[in-house]
């Protein structure tokens, strides 16, 4: 087989076709279980959204009994039992993945989830570290909520140059949940800038789930409900849906998740190059959180909480520790799927060197070739007299062939004139010198 052919069929198995880089979804994490906290890392540090929190170790946590996990069902919650002190936080939990992710259908089912006046819970992601500072690699609130909310909200929250504005809800458009945000001037928020114009600091792009995503609501009837977002870079999208409980996909149920399948989701964001890149968002962790007050609920709180007049929101904090009695989450699954032959971008491609090694031998048949077509060669003709040379004999005759020309000088001997060389008149340009005497 030709090396040209060769190396078109390296190139076309090295690279990935569309089937491949979108599909079937398998499972990789499976957190719930007693070894869900090793996959996990508490974090203790101050709110960065100013909440009236003190978050704790894994240690602490255990030992107030803010967080448990069994075979079936991880719980992380907040002190409901202590009235604090003026300027005392309420100890709560906030846990980041081991894990980065650059894509992927993340799955979460709860059978309670946090409510209460002053609380703010999340189930999201972001990227940071000490060189991508936030928002440099994006978060994506996932589930998030306010207060005694009945509905969850899915928000970007990105650097510049991420726009949402050709995303619509409703019959016909993207996402079917109850539509945007409102920005300063009551328009839609589909800037996800944290410091766009004409939106709040830091609000993000978000968009409404239906009532009974989350809240009281959805506690009371019972059973598990699920949330399922798809983080996919390559079909350009980020996708949230939401299933009450009994009303999971069949697919998901048998972990063999088909999200093409799931009908409009609650929640769809954009990823399209000209409005919003993909690149906006990288190495992200999940993180589950329960704080108070804060940027958020904080200056939503009197709207919100109006049985609480005459307090702020960090008073009713301090003062009411059984008003968060069902502040906490309650997960009874929690997995991570990633689409086969699928590889993330940023991340190596361990077919690297194909390409390379398809290079190469287009190369070496190139430069074989024009070996070839440049070289000489002698070549034993059984000559052993030449009649025109008096009985000389010529044994070897030097043919060359030129590209120029593509062709070969005759293979016997010519008149050669007494001078033991072979004559050249008969050429043409095409060789050079063909034959010695003995």
Known sequence: MHLAAIAALILLAS???????????????????????????????????????????????????????????????VDANTVLQAGQDRKATKILSNSVFNSGLFVLRADHVPSACGAWPAWWMYGENSQHRWPRWGELDIVEAVHTAPFATATLHTREDCQQSQVSAGVGGDFDGQGWGQGRNNQAAKNCFVEAPDQFKNQGCGQKMPDGSFGADLNSRGG?????????????????????????????????????????????????????????????????????????????????????????????????????????????????????????????NRLWWLPILAVVLCLVGLLTGLAKAFSCRWRSDGLTACPHCGGRGYRKVRLCTLPTFGRQGPPGCQVCGGSGVVSEAWLEGVTRELAQSE
């Open 15 to 77: 690279t990935p076709s569309r089937s491949q880089e979108t599909g079937d979804y398998t499972l990789v994490e499976s957190h719930v279980g007693r070894d869900f906290f090793d996959k996990w890392t508490f974090y203790t540090g101050p709110d960065p959204t100013h909440g009236d929190v003190s978050f704790q170790s894994l240690e602490e946590a255990e030992s107030a009994g803010l967080a448990t996990a069994s075979e079936d069902r991880v719980y992380l919650g």
């Open 224 to 348: 598990v409900s699920t949330w399922a977002a798809e983080w996919d870079p390559v079909a350009l999208h980020i996708r949230v849906w939401f299933f009450p409980s009994g009303q999971e996909p069949q697919d998901l149920l048998g972990q063999q998740p088909k999200p093409d399948s799931w009908g409009e989701p609650e929640a769809f964001f954009s990823l399209d190059p000209t409005t919003c890149s993909a690149n906006h968002f990288k190495n992200m962790r999940m993180v589950f959180d329960i704080t108070f007050c804060g940027d958020y609920a904080g200056k939503t709180f009197q709207q919100a909480c109006p049985q609480a007049q005459g307090m702020s929101c960090t008073e009713f904090v301090e003062r009411n520790p059984r008003a968060f009695a069902e502040a906490y989450w309650s997960i009874r699954g929690l997995e991570v799927y990633q689409r086969r032959s699928y590889e993330p971008p940023g991340q190596p």
